[in-house]
């Protein structure tokens, strides 16, 4: 049973049904001058326009990429200029957003990180502090993927653009795409990356999408593709995916957005009726799709290994950064390194089910309690 | 005139009566690592020579000598006859690209109609008509053309002396086997010890669930790298969970890892010993934790029954062993932060100066030999 959602997800029997057809009909290089070239180019820019009206973008520009990672790289290199005085960026950034920015810092360029609440939002009150009028660039996540933090990114571009209305704005809206309303036109901001295998597509696509008045720079060159922005022969399958993914989360968001909370709710009620000493860390404005929580007294790799031998997959902290020693966006948050040491990260998809949360109880309650016993002095 | 690479041994050219057991162990050493190329490997002359190879492939078997221990140095070298007429045509069509140059010629073949330094004298001539910009310099050039005239009637030029890695062709001083935990040390201790010409085989103890399998991956992704040095091995694999727990139930605290450690040398004696390993290699290191006082290495060594303990680091500094990890490539892979299963239960205040009475009163409260057993019933082996 896979509770590591926010790592990555199952890619969504519908796309896998459909590729055979994309194959058939679409498997030509968009680039080629031929009858088939062209009628596959025509199809993804129709999948292009399509993932930008899901979003409510349809003023926007989409490049496709290999990775969120990859479009967060472009938005902060590709918009990187020696005039920009300073970085603005929450220190509870994605590592392909947070290792960007300190790489640029070692390059010279000003970066300030902005701190976050205890429930993992980014810090209003902060951000005002240092949002000055010589900021150029800002990159604040959506969603935060360590403990679904919802931030209020409406709020925080009008607070920018009122003190600098030449501010760039990037938001990593990977965890948020699918699962929590996004509306870019509202949002207002200038860059937004997507990201395929958050949401039922294929691993190894994403998106950048970016205001039309935005002249970005490419960081991979080649045979002008996207635009001359990102070259490299278009991943047709990928941006299916891509594509299909974002329609099918779009369009089910509040039913799916119902069931993980009904999910979550039923989980969190179901864990405080077995006694386990546990603590939240995801707060009340975040997305039922993530949860932080730390099991007191238990240490998270080792409770990782006998769920999983429970067949139960769980995550430990950020899939991406667990290679890691501690966590930055736990400290960040306050929290306790006896916290930090017993965090697990739970993430749920439209998949889980009830029965599964059920499991999931009766297997922590079974795995902790032995834990326990198991490390506890009998004197 | 072909290309060859000249090796030339290390230390064993000090041994008496046993010389040539070691040489025939280092060109056994020497011609397994290269096998998978097509080439020839020659012994002349207290020298091994790998003729007839693809000239593509010359890097490649340079980098592969450079991992084998009992090499002094290597040569790439062009071979040729032993005739001034050949050898002043081939010096003509050098280029050189330094700025500075001297022609040494070393005549072992007496018979060679002209003088070392006659000879080297000429060359050099020849290559000051055919080289701009450069000039003699005998004390410091920033090259020097060797010309090695052998009783063979060949002759080898070269100018670079590549340094391998010296020590004793591995399998001239017997086996041993190290305890391998995933740590900086554990690895570079092996190498020192196959630096000697020993065999190596490796035990880790593993703690599954208090370490996890990515714990195991990184100490055979250690083994494996180590392995182009010390050849194939085996890695024991013996799991210490029940051990553990059952320290940590009924024994104090503060002799966890001493306790542990205690087992762990009973443990690799038996291994050792049933696979005709003649001793237990460790990577301690005096002083840089706890457990590696000489009290506390007292205490663990008295388990032991019958072999030796080798502790190849034991005055190293950690900066010095963090050096060698780093050139022998394991210091990447080491300091990758999975939990050890030392670091899981590491109590608040682990006793620093142990004694053995102590020792033998906390293990009364544990029924070692069926702990043992039980882990020796439970050995997953990995060919290395």
Redesign the interface.
Known sequence: MFFDNASTTKVDDTIIQNLKKINDEFFYNPSALYSEGLKTKIFLEKMRKDILKNLNAEDYELIFTGSATEANNLAVFGTLKKNIRKILVSIGEHPSIYNTVCEIKNQGFQVEFIKLNNDGSVDIDDFKNKMTSDVGLISIMHVCNENGAINNIEEIVNIAKSINEKVIIHCDGVQAVGKINVNLDNLNVDMYTISAHKIHGFKGVGALIFNKKIKLKPIIYGGGQENNIRSGTENVYGIYSLYKAVDIAVNNLQINYNHVMNLKNHFIEKLENTGISFKLHSGNNCSPYIMSISFLGC?A??L???L??ENIFVGNGSACSS???GNRILEAQGIPMSEIESNLRISFSKYNTIEEVGYLIESISKCVNDYLL??K??F | MNNVIIIRYSEIFLKGKNFGFFEKKLFDNIHEKISNFECDLIKSNKRFFIENYDIKNEKKLIEILGTIFGIHSISPAIKIESNIELISNYISTLNIKSKTFRVTVNRADKNFPISSIEFSKNLGAIILDNNKNISVDLHSPDTIVYVDIRETKFSYIYSKVINGLGGMPVGTSGSGLLLLSGGIDSPVAGYMMARRGMEINAIHFHS??????SAKQKVIKLANIIKKFTGSFKLYVVSFTKIQ?NI??NCS?SFMITLMRRIMFRIAEKIAKANNLQCIITGENLGQVASQTVESMTVTNAVIEDLPVFRPLISFDKDDISKIATKIGTFETSI????DCCT??LPKHPVIKPSIDKCLKEEQKLDIMKLIDDALKDIEIIDI
């Open positions: 240490r790799e080792t990782l290994n006998l999983s031998d290679k890691k020693s198991k490390i002095k009998h | 599954y669930p208090y370490t996890s399998e727990e940590h139930k605290s990758l932060p999975y939990e899981v239960f």
